[in-house]
């Protein structure tokens, strides 16, 4: 008899959804995009970090993989971060302050534009204030349940 050679499974997909277009990456592994899904994952435990410029970065820690797909859901950004020190606070407004009124090509940092209409404005300082004081290790650093 041949003995039969046990075949190697193919691993599983981890799979989220971020509100724009973001950063995504599983452990070694980058894309980008709203709707980000990566194939053939082996069996470990990865963190995965969702970046966008202007945001707090958002980790998922120890998502074990095993033999199930996993969706992550979508994750919220945190918007406000225009100096992308991993905190929402009084040197941002500074940055704000400065650009607040702007519109168009006059904008100095694209960051304050949160909701990128083309003008900093009172829709973006809402934003921002909603925000102020989160920092990405308290607020978007999360361990996978």
Excluded: W
């Amino acid at each position: 008899d041949a003995l039969e050679k046990e075949e190697e499974p193919a691993g599983v997909t981890v799979s989220v959804r971020v509100a724009g277009d973001a950063e995504v990456s599983l452990g070694e592994n980058t894309a980008k995009g709203g709707d980000v899904s990566f194939g053939s994952v082996s069996k470990g435990t990865y963190d995965l970090k969702v970046k966008k410029g202007g945001c707090l970065t958002h980790t998922v820690k120890n998502i074990t993989v095993e033999d199930e797909d996993i969706d992550l859901g979508e994750i919220q950004l945190v918007a406000g971060d225009v100096n992308e020190d991993g905190k929402i606070n009084i040197q941002d407004m500074g940055t704000f302050r400065a650009e607040f009124g702007k519109t168009g090509d006059a904008i100095g940092n694209d960051y304050t534009d949160v909701n990128e209409d083309g003008k900093v404005n009172i829709q973006d300082m809402g934003t921002f204030r909603a925000n102020f004081g989160k920092t990405a290790e308290k607020d978007c650093t999360i361990q996978y349940a």
